[in-house]
């Protein structure tokens, strides 16, 4: 009896030490080979009051046809690139990014969405910054008075409240990040890429200086891109623009907010279930596993990461597109 | 709540002094296995150890954030080894955390339907392999012991508990919970001492308090190590299948 006790002890310390070893390689995160600024002020990224986000010359807005949910906040996104150089688009995915591409994105809730002149709170800024072939993750913290940004790195949680634009109250508790939560979304192959500038999602209409235009060529003439012709490209459809199929903005949705996971490199490779646009219905097994991703979407447990709500319109869309599913 | 607890706590007392009383004694259990199950009421809260460039955000959480309540539950072995010793192994789950001080929520134009105050629980649950050491100090109607001991802690989930409140006095929940992100594995320390007093043959009743400190920040970042522990007072049912 004595000698099994000491077996089955041993056994398990053998297993409780792998478990703690494996813990400790999936909670690890790769090492930066830049060392980021302590305030985002250091960056120049905006010009005169910071809070009110107005940003460089040198840094460019560009936008997302359907972004990701993140508890309903606005998000402002930037790139700057270095002097001299520009982008090519030559497929739909990501353009290939040079060294010292900065990537800004910065999240903001209005007081009042039903009158945005009310003011905004800004709660976080996220840098993406690549040097020697490499991407590099920060974010920054936004003070009480707004007039500045802290890097932080264990993430934080910040009760926030707005009127939404409905005219209803919101409270919530938003979650910026840790080092490792920006990771998991944002590695492929045990390398950190860029997420949301796939050349399909830049290539929709947009409004500069009161009209609107193309996005990839408003790109090309403020030279963020080389010459590119948006016709040559797929477009990711606006999940929201109802002129598109059921389908085509379901799986949009799935794309932006899903498939970052959910594809052959991705964190949740290992299920089987690719959730990325341009992968066919049946290779994305999507049929195949509509009540689990019904029911993991409703309880809130998917996205696996980046809400702390559920976006009921999201959730309303992917059920509707579930539904026509055999 | 507090009248609740004072009953409990005097309910348990007279039942102490009771059994300090009766004449039974030098009966403690010699049986060589004993299982149980415990429920662990505590006081939880989390120690923060921030890098000066994150020294801000210590600061500003430490004045932001309380202890909580959060509880254990258990089954657990024990083996004897000798007149003064036992091993015991637990399997355990537990939610220790921290919360928010309950703040008022500023409106850019308030109305009195709009929530009036918000409070925030987050809890870290755990399912945790723990094992001990129960050195028995007597041997009487009430034993006396102390069990130092060491958990493998796995995490579950961290949950977001937010109360929101109204000014009528309405309150409602919003819950969520995060599934990564934090370190999966923990080890912790525990630290016991109790009263064990044996009912029948079979039967026995534990009184521990307890205090357990994690040793792996529950945040993997190396910049900002946030380790939590908590204090209670562990109730055990112990049971042997000898008589």
Avoid at chain 1, 45 to 54: E, F, K, Q
Avoid at chain 1, 210 to 223: C, F
Wanted: proline share 4%; hydrophobic share 35%.
């Amino acid at each position: 009896m004595v000698k099994i006790s000491i077996a089955v002890s041993i056994i398990i310390a053998l297993i409780s030490l792998g478990y703690l070893a494996s813990c400790y390689k999936m909670t690890s995160g790769s090492e930066d080979n830049i060392k980021f600024k302590p305030r985002l002020a250091d960056y120049g990224i905006y010009t005169g009051v910071p809070g009110s986000l107005a940003h460089s010359e040198s840094y460019k807005r560009y936008e997302l046809s359907t972004p990701l949910f993140s508890d309903y906040a606005e998000k402002q996104r930037l790139i700057r690139l270095p002097v001299g150089s520009s982008l090519t688009a030559v497929t739909d995915e990501l353009p290939k990014f040079p060294d010292n591409t900065i990537i800004v994105k910065t999240f903001f809730y209005y007081n009042n969405k039903t009158d945005t002149s009310k003011g905004k709170k800004i709660i976080e800024t996220r840098l993406l910054i690549k040097s020697n072939d490499k991407w590099n993750a920060a974010t920054y913290i936004w003070n009480h008075q707004q007039t500045d940004a802290n890097l932080i790195s264990a993430g934080a949680d910040v009760p926030l409240n707005w009127i939404d634009e409905s005219g209803n109250p919101r409270v919530i508790t938003y979650h910026i990040p840790n080092k490792t939560e920006c990771g998991m979304c944002h590695r492929n192959r045990d390398e950190i890429t860029v997420i949301g500038p796939k050349i399909r999602n830049l290539n929709f209409d947009v409004v500069r200086n009161g009209i609107m235009k193309n996005q990839l060529e408003y790109l090309q003439n403020v030279g963020i891109f080389t010459t590119v012709d948006p016709a040559s490209f797929s477009r990711l459809p606006d999940w929201k623009n109802t002129s598109f199929s059921l389908e085509q903005r379901a799986r949009a949705y799935l794309d932006v907010n899903c498939g970052h996971c959910h594809n052959n490199g991705g964190l949740a490779s290992h299920t089987s279930l690719v959730l990325t646009y341009q992968t066919s219905l049946t290779d994305s097994r999507i049929a195949d596993k509509k009540k689990a991703i019904e029911e993991l979407m409703s309880n809130g447990a998917m996205p696996f990461i980046g809400t702390t709500v559920v976006d009921k319109e999201g959730l309303q869309l992917v059920k509707s597109y579930l539904q026509t599913l055999r | 709540m507090m009248l609740m607890k004072r009953n409990v706590l005097s309910v348990l007392l007279a039942f102490l002094l009771h059994a300090a009383n009766s004449q039974q004694v030098g009966k403690e259990s010699g049986h060589k296995y004993e299982f149980g199950i415990s429920y662990l009421p505590s006081i939880s809260y989390r120690s923060l150890r921030f890098s000066k460039s994150q020294e801000f955000l210590e600061t500003l959480r430490n004045s932001n954030e309380i202890p909580k309540y959060s509880f254990s539950l258990a089954v657990l072995a024990q083996r004897r080894l000798n007149k003064n010793g036992a091993v015991q192994v637990a399997l355990s789950f537990s939610n220790p955390g921290y919360k928010t001080k309950e703040t008022s929520v500023i409106w850019e134009s308030p109305r009195p339907m709009y929530p009036a105050f918000h409070q925030v629980s987050f809890s870290y649950q755990y399912l945790s392999v723990a094992a001990g050491y129960r050195f028995m100090l007597n041997d009487a109607k009430f034993v006396c012991y102390v069990l130092p001991g060491f958990s493998l802690d796995g995490f579950i989930q961290r949950k977001t508990t937010m109360v929101i409140g109204y000014s009528d006095g309405k309150k409602e929940k919003l819950k969520s919970a995060a599934h990564g992100g934090y370190s999966a594995g923990g080890l912790s320390l525990i630290a016991a001492a109790g009263i064990k007093y044996n009912l029948s043959d079979q039967f026995a009743i534990c009184v521990e308090p307890t205090f357990k400190h994690g040793l792996i920040s529950v945040n993997p970042d190396k910049d900002s190590k946030e380790y939590v522990y908590f204090f209670g007072l562990n109730m055990v049912l112990i049971f042997s299948p000898e008589k």
